[in-house]
């Protein structure tokens, strides 16, 4: 396979990490499993395993190879497997927190250059999540463009359309029908020769059957939502990157109906530029947008220039945030607090013999 159809580029030859000896070579994670990986090599698919080596190493889930990542790999040749020895720098990384109680991040894909954040035009439309999702797009690195879906099943979707630009600011909005195969030529720019694109959204807003048609052949099963809600179901089941007709790469990821955010400020303030401004020309700087004189957010509101259902947004997510934030720091001082007791327990072991 060409190196370049994967995806690579100067930033990956370029990196210190990609200095190894004659012996090895490189390859992307095409898909994950528990503990194989397949990767696209110039030898074709392989299989492959991380070394002991590596894995010992690896302190978090985030140290091990991800869809997506490019990694050093010793390929064996009687075996047809490969090795996976290290993962180069990333160039963007997608992640989310982790379902449950931990606060742990999980990687979605890696060295993606363009993120699809479909939403369907149907009953399940919310503007709200939308909000939240492009947080997460804005922090990886990627580009958001949004992909309203279900053209077909929306009588006013420049309604819909304009409701959407009023809350993602200079970001591109393709409006189309995956099921009807219309208005997909206007993704067409970002699906050429070496570059990555991820599908983001819940279940049911069309991933899959987006997949199917780029693909030109069914990839994913499609099942359809439930009458009523509009609701879907959990149609793809694990991440996969392929390869398209046109020479682009597309990573479909499971639906997640109420993701969990992974992210800084930085990307909510990316999200969030019409209140950001508006913060600035308070008359206080800690102005908490709560009755104080001079609050440019709450004229704003009054005025009807800003929804205040946005703005609950965005308290919402700022919270949110701070208390993410605030669990990182907890976890990096109990992870630190064992890595140091290990290195002790090692110490007084060696001084004993």
């Known amino acids: 396979m060409d190196w370049e159809l994967l995806g690579w580029d100067s930033s990956f030859a370029n990196s210190p990490e990609s200095d190894w000896p004659e012996g090895y070579t490189f390859g992307r994670v095409a898909l994950e499993h528990k503990n194989t990986y397949i990767l696209y090599t110039e030898q074709g698919e392989l299989p492959a395993e991380v070394t002991g080596k590596m894995r010992y190493r690896a302190s978090l889930r985030q140290d091990f190879p991800a869809v997506g990542d490019w990694v050093v790999i010793h390929i064996r040749e009687t075996e047809k497997r490969a090795t996976i020895h290290a993962v180069l720098p990333r160039k963007s990384k997608f992640s989310r927190k982790t379902v449950g109680t931990k606060t742990e991040e999980q990687i979605i894909a890696t060295n993606v250059d363009t993120v699809f954040l479909i939403s369907g035009l149907d009953q399940d439309f919310n503007l709200r999540r939308i909000e939240r999702y492009l ?127 992974w992210a800084s400020n930085d990307s909510l303030e990316d999200t969030f530029t019409d209140i950001e401004e508006l913060v600035l020309q308070c008359r206080f700087h800690d102005c908490q947008h709560d009755g104080e004189p001079g609050c440019a957010v709450q004229q704003a ?52 013999h």
């Open 301 to 352: 509101i009054e005025q009807e220039t800003l929804d205040y259902r946005r703005f609950l947004s965005y308290q919402k997510l700022q919270k949110e945030l701070a208390y993410l934030a605030s669990k990182q720091d907890q976890k990096a001082y109990v992870d630190t607090k064992k890595r140091w007791k290990k290195i002790t327990k090692s110490l007084r072991k060696m001084k004993k």
């Open 135 to 261: 947080i997460l797009v804005w922090e990886s690195g990627a580009n958001p463009v949004i992909v309203l879906n279900k053209a077909d099943l929306c009588d006013d979707f420049e309604k819909r359309r304009e409701a959407v630009e009023s809350i993602a600011f200079g970001v591109p909005i393709i409006v189309l029908s995956a099921l009807n195969n219309q208005g997909l030529e206007a993704l067409t720019p970002y699906l050429k020769k070496g570059q990555t694109v991820a599908l983001l959204g819940s279940s049911g807003v069309g991933k899959s059957t987006l997949t199917n048609q780029l693909a030109g052949k069914a990839l994913q099963a499609v099942q359809s939502v439930r009458q009523g809600d509009d609701k879907g179901r959990h149609t793809t089941t694990h991440r996969e990157l392929v390869i398209l007709p046109s020479g682009g790469l597309l990573v479909d990821t499971p639906g997640m109906r109420e993701i969990q955010i």
